[in-house]
T-cell receptor, first 114, second 113 residues
Framework: AQSVTQLDSHVSVSEGTPVLLRCNYSSSYSPSLFWYVQHPNKGLQLLLK??????LVKGINGFEAEFKKSETSFHLTKPSAHMSDAAEYFCVVPLSGGYNKLIFGAGTRLAVHP | DSGVTQTPKHLITATGQRVTLRCSPRSGDLSVYWYQQSLDQGLQFLIQYYNGEERAKGNILERFSAQQFPDLHSELNLSSLELGDSALYFC????????????FGSGTRLTVV
């Protein structure tokens, strides 16, 4: 069965420094993978998605993620953090086998300090 | 604005009561999904409807039920409410299956007192 593991529950960076949010997935095949972001008291917004085309996926707000099959990873990166990036980030995989639901990781809370 | 509309945004009610949460999907999307987000359980899939029919069921309690109407809006009914039902309830919609992701609404925050 598909699953995702977000390796850090909290990440803290300074404004202007790089961001790395780590996600490993478990799947018997190459799945679709997503990153969603949730700002405080807001809904979930799709940041980017991998659907077996290019392994380097560019998303909104300068984020990107690279699908690495050999490492079963889909880490989210951004070269330079902005204060507005402070939020919770979820790595997500759809459950296959005709089930139309998404499996969410536990989330990584990103704090950005001035 | 994501295009998925949830009402109300906030709801405070007493234990034992019943509430109805409403969701209007993005225009053209036939699938509606309900998720519950709580501090201890994270994001949990509750149920999916596709064009009026129940398509998939997750960790939905028997006290909870949902339906999707001919105009594609959906309602989630929560009854005999308990303190532990306090959570953020999200609705999402998609044009096809989960493989392409969903569009989420901004959620209904339910507080049971």
């Amino acid at each position: 069965a598909q699953s995702v593991t977000q390796l850090d529950s909290h990440v803290s960076v300074s404004e202007g420094t790089p961001v790395l949010l780590r996600c490993n997935y478990s799947s018997s095949y190459s799945p679709s993978l997503f990153w969603y972001v949730q700002h405080p008291n807001k809904g979930l917004q799709l940041l980017l998605k991998y659907t077996s085309a290019a392994t380097l996926v560019k998303g909104i707000n300068g984020f990107e993620a690279e699908f690495k099959k050999s490492e079963t990873s889909f880490h989210l990166t951004k070269p330079s953090a902005h204060m507005s990036d402070a939020a919770e980030y979820f790595c997500v995989v759809p459950l296959s086998g005709g089930y139309n639901k998404l499996i969410f990781g536990a989330g990584t809370r990103l704090a950005v300090h001035p | 604005d994501s295009g998925v509309t949830q009402t109300p945004k906030h709801l405070i009610t007493a234990t034992g009561q019943r509430v109805t949460l409403r969701c209007s999907p993005r225009s053209g999307d036939l699938s509606v999904y309900w998720y519950q987000q709580s501090l201890d359980q994270g994001l949990q899939f509750l149920i999916q409807y596709y064009n009026g029919e129940e398509r998939a069921k997750g960790n939905i309690l028997e006290r909870f039920s949902a339906q999707q109407f001919p105009d594609l809006h959906s309602e989630l009914n929560l009854s005999s409410l308990e303190l532990g039902d306090s959570a953020l309830y999200f609705c999402a919609s998609s044009a096809s299956g989960a493989d392409y992701g969903y569009t989420f609404g901004s959620g209904t925050r339910l507080t049971v007192v």
